[in-house]
């Protein structure tokens, strides 16, 4: 999961959390505002209706007692009830006024259509005894803002997350920008172009300090590659003058202990191999471009095939498919080949068997010999530089451990692979390269003894 993704998902998170418990106190909130509202106009017309009775008692003041008797009959239809008196005559409290502290009671009732209403009870005392006075508001506005608010929230939450994420996705993005260009730039620079540099952005911040720091890097990279590069050069310089010079002598040599001389021109020979293989090996590791031209593997193969090699009596049978093109240098080319040769040679019973055949668009390049074979377990050592088993430790005429080692590295340049492959007897190995183009029609195989 990226950067970008994990933020804009913690950003989304962070603010769905707040926006709930920030919904659940709205909804506690309004829903106690409207409620205490709703009560506070039950009990305020219950109050109304009390004030009213006050007021029509004191103007019945004198009146006959059928006449108030009748005006408190008329209230009671009001929302008004009368009791009678009990024991003697009405306490001496004025007109109106309520029975004592504690005498509100609130109730929720059904009323007309379904709807509920918070019902407001209050004694009053008047001059014909106690009278209960209801006092009534409808929950009908109370319920109507709570289905407003819920009806806002329920969109706007999920569309103001939504907002959220888009806006911090796009952020973000913005932000990791200038890592996205760096890292394509990191990614496009070789040995040899190790003088480019990432973009450094203008601001001043950690994605500014880490471009100012991938480039300095690259400056002490480029300092020591060069200082390697130098290093090389001056290497196959002070080598390869001074063997070449021996060798000469050598073989200019008289006759009088020869065969001194021939064992001193191997140790020659051998010095002369080991430091070209590791001349070439720090070239591949620099990277350097492959000066590809087209050319046909299968004549490539079957030239280095025809090389004089030590031991002769080996047999080297062909079997190849002509007129496949591929893209590479001639040159490294057929150093891997020859070393995949001079490996099948060197450890082979009495034959080795060449095959190039195509598949699926790649050219197939099969070695096989029939010798003591690799173990599973060192199907990937020998690749490894210096690497050599322990049959071939006992009986090796010559082999340092580097031919593998600098095959692979020549057919990962041009884009090949390079690998064992598990068979019952002798060892078989085998190089894949893309093809550029291959002709399918007249192809015939090829066999050669050797």
Known sequence: MGV???????????LAVALGLASVALFAALDASVTNSTKTAAIQNADDKAALLGGLQGAGQGSGKQGAGQQGSGLGGNGLQGNGLQGGGPPQ?????AAGPGSVRLNVVDGAGGTQLVEASKTVITEKGL?????????????????????????????????????????????????????????????????????EPDTRDE?????????????RLQTAVGAHRQFVADAAHE????????????????????????????????????????????????????????LDLAQLVA?????????????????????LLVDGSPERLRRLVGNLLDNAVRHAAGTVAVTLAEEDGHALLDVADDGPGIPAEHHDTVFDRFTRLDHARARDSGGSGLGLPIA????????????????ESGARLRAVFPLRCAVRGGRQAAGKGG
């Open 4 to 14: 970008r993704l994990r933020a804009t998902l913690a950003a989304t998170l962070a």
């Open 93 to 97: 409290l004025p007109p109106g006024a």
């Open 131 to 199: 009278v209960q006075v209801k006092g009534q508001a409808s929950m009908a506005p109370a319920r109507a803002a709570m289905n407003t608010l819920t009806g806002l929230l329920i969109p706007g939450v999920p569309a103001l997350l939504a907002l959220v994420a888009l806006f911090t996705w796009l952020a973000v993005g913005r932000a990791l920008r200038p890592v996205a260009a760096i890292q394509a730039k990191v990614a496009d620079i070789t040995a040899h172009g190790l003088h480019e540099r990432v973009p």
């Open 207 to 219: 994605i500014g300090a880490l471009a100012r720091t991938v480039n300095a890097t690259l400056d």
């Open 239 to 294: 080598l390869r003058s001074p063997m070449t010079i021996l060798r000469t002598r050598l073989e200019l040599a008289g006759t009088a202990d020869r065969q001194l001389v021939d064992g001193a021109l191997d140790d020659v020979r051998r010095l002369q191999s080991l430091t070209a293989d590791l001349l070439l090996l720090a070239r591949l590791d620099a990277g350097e471009p492959v000066r590809a031209t087209e």
């Open 303 to 323: 030239e280095e095939a025809d090389r004089r090699r030590p031991r002769p009596e080996i047999r080297i049978r062909l079997r190849l498919t002509p007129d």
């Open 408 to 423: 692979r590295d020549i057919a990962r340049a041009h884009r090949a692979s390079l690998r064992v492959v598990p068979g």
